[in-house]
């Protein structure tokens, strides 16, 4: 079993900026790729980013690019999402989720295993 667990979520201001953290446990060898979704009230879960461990491959959603950085951290396994230039349309419960055998997707279904999810709020 692999273990994520998501943090750095909070209150900010339109314009402002958060940096979420997620922390890979368990029976993690650094392998596949790791995604962030969001899933707002109401609203179906979408996809934001993804980050493969070993080669460091990227991808965004249109909504979030030139605003939205994924990052990782090999050695301390934690992939970190940094959000600048936030909006009240990026509010939502946050998601790391991970599939040690795919190389990315931007599909839920692409990963098999999830965090508990932190919540952002963007207040305008």
């Known amino acids: 079993q692999v273990q994520l667990v998501e943090s750095g979520g909070g209150l900010v201001q339109a314009g402002g900026s958060l940096r979420l953290s997620c922390a890979a446990s368990?029976?993690?060898?650094?392998?596949?790729?790791v995604g962030w979704f969001r899933q707002a009230p109401g609203k179906e879960r979408e996809f934001v980013s993804f980050i493969t461990w070993r080669g460091g491959s990227t991808a965004y959603a249109d909504s979030v690019k030139g605003r939205f950085t994924i990052s990782r951290d090999n050695a301390k396994n934690m992939v970190y999402l940094q959000m600048n230039s936030l909006k009240p349309e990026d509010t939502a419960v946050y998601y790391c989720a991970t599939n040690p055998r795919t190389y990315g997707g931007t599909y839920s279904s692409n990963y098999n295993y999830w965090g508990q999810g932190t919540q952002v709020t963007v207040s305008s």
């Open positions: 368990g029976r993690f060898f650094g392998t596949g790729a």
